[in-house]
């Protein structure tokens, strides 16, 4: 409650500050103030000043507004757009400049996973780009940063070199347990061990990267490589040791698995450790061992659709398929015709998938209109143009067809239409009486995911199943993330396991957060900066000013 009457008590003063701005230039010369986000096709036609766009910020709110140094400063549009604050801005100027490896140095100081995001991110910069106000345009920083990637990754290749990176922290002796090896736990990881801290990463499956791994389609991203990249940033250093088949697991839990004790791993020296398939290693016994303990289990549960007669027949549920098919197990018959309910980046996977490997006629069905499914243009295009496959959107499924021996024909669909906003900010819905059947032999469900971490104590599981958290950050786009300190003083969590499925970069921003309430828990100690170049996002503003508290130091 505290928190949140600060934050609209620092929303007021910001304003305040916005209208001294506009009140001291109003005279002379006119002057048009954009927010981000912003969609914007053209200033007013009758407008004939310039357009100047300024952050309502003080150097003292925004200090006071953070304990992160780091994320103390009046960042770029493009900056501030990424959950992360990857200075965009910056690397996008030295590429431009040809200094690729210098680009990716600022890349990798907030996101050091540049080769996977430059594939799969959703590339929230672009939506705040201010280019995009000038020339109805933004920069193409998804593509930039996907270039430096590739081009650091061959010639690292070429050399047979591996990224290293620099403990910028002093030797705590403390130990970090992370639980789950997706962006949010690697990325909380990462930075704990440049902090200077010891950390044992522990991933129930034999390899990194979480969903990215399982539920991204073969043809996007490289596995191998991101699997290389992700075990990459713990062990860089002696200091991060990876646990792989090791799953968490409650008191109640304990008789369905080989238990592995602590006593048992904690003076093993190998960087990376295979367990017995079937290991479980108790929560319990973390919390107790470890001067932390990290959930980044993620959303792992997928949704299920209430749908008429779907209790007859077998659903497939997309993430399940997906893994299915990553993982080489291949169990699932997909027939001819399919169709996939959900129109996001999981439900587009599925259904490239089915149309490269399985199926003839593949159909994308999702309630919201086509221009707002969830999901890059370009996504959309390729799904369209290079594999054949038919969006319907603005539908409303409402029966799976079926024959007298309970075999999938058709999913029957309703028309929608979508009216004014609401008070909440979503349009509100109208379903018509116009229903028509799409003939198909297989129905795959790619409606999100809910949160499921079974070995999680119940005092600090909230009403969804999420881990609740004592931090929050609001997005450029209004979407709040959640990460931080749990009811229990020794457990923080990072990433989905928080707030529930986003996209990955937003996982990335959790657990880099999640970190740095770590460090201060451990230490009393603000953060160090990792990268000395942040001081070139600053423009004009006073750097000694903000510096104060904190030494910064350059990233290697």
Known sequence: MLSSLNYLADSLRRLIDGLKITSRYFFKEPIYTYNYPIKVKEVFSRWRGKVRVRAFNTLETIYNRSENMYRSFNLPPCVRGCPANVDARGYVVLAGEG??????????????????????????CETTCSRSVQDHKPIAIRLI????SEYNLKVNLENKGRYNFTIVGKESNKRVAVIGGGPAGIACAHR??????????????????????????????DKDIMNKEYENLVTFTKNGRIFYNATIISEEQKEKFKLVSYNDIKDLNESINYLEKGSGILFSELEDNYDAVVIAAGATKPRKLNLKNADKVELIQAEW?????????????????VVVIGGG????????????????????????????????????????EDDNITFICSVMPTEV?????????????????????????RKKLIKTNEEFVIECDTIILAVSRDIEIPFAPKDIVGLRGEIVVDGFDVMANGFVYKFGQSPRPKVFAAGEA???????????????????????????????????????????LNVHKVLRKSEVLKVS
């Open 99 to 124: 200094k690729f490896l210098e680009a990716l140095n600022i890349e990798r100081a907030q996101n050091p996973t540049a080769m996977c995001f430059g594939n799969l991110c959703t590339a929230p």
């Open 145 to 148: 940063k996907k270039a430096i």
């Open 192 to 221: 704990l061990l440049r902090y200077g801290h010891k950390v044992d990463l522990f991933e129930k499956y034999n390899f990194c990267g979480g969903y990215l791994y399982s539920g991204v389609a073969f043809f996007r991203l």
């Open 321 to 337: 398929f997906l893994e299915d098919w990553n993982l080489g197990i291949r169990s699932y018959k997909i027939g001819k015709k």
């Open 345 to 384: 980046g999981t439900g587009i996977d599925a259904a490239r998938t089915c149309k490269k490997v399985f199926s003839d006629e593949v159909f994308i069905v999702d309630l919201l209109p086509y221009e707002d499914l969830p999901v890059a243009e370009e996504e959309k295009v390729e799904a369209e």
């Open 401 to 425: 067809v079926i024959d007298e021996n309970n075999n999938i024909k058709g999913l029957k669909v309703a028309k929608c239409l979508w009216g004014p906003v609401l008070s909440n900010g």
């Open 498 to 540: 928080c707030y529930g499925p986003q996209p990955a970069i937003v996982a990335l921003a959790s657990g880099n957060r999640t970190a740095e309430k770590i460090h201060m828990y451990l230490t009393n100690e603000l953060p160090p900066v990792l990268d000395f170049e942040v001081q070139k996002v600053l423009g004009p």
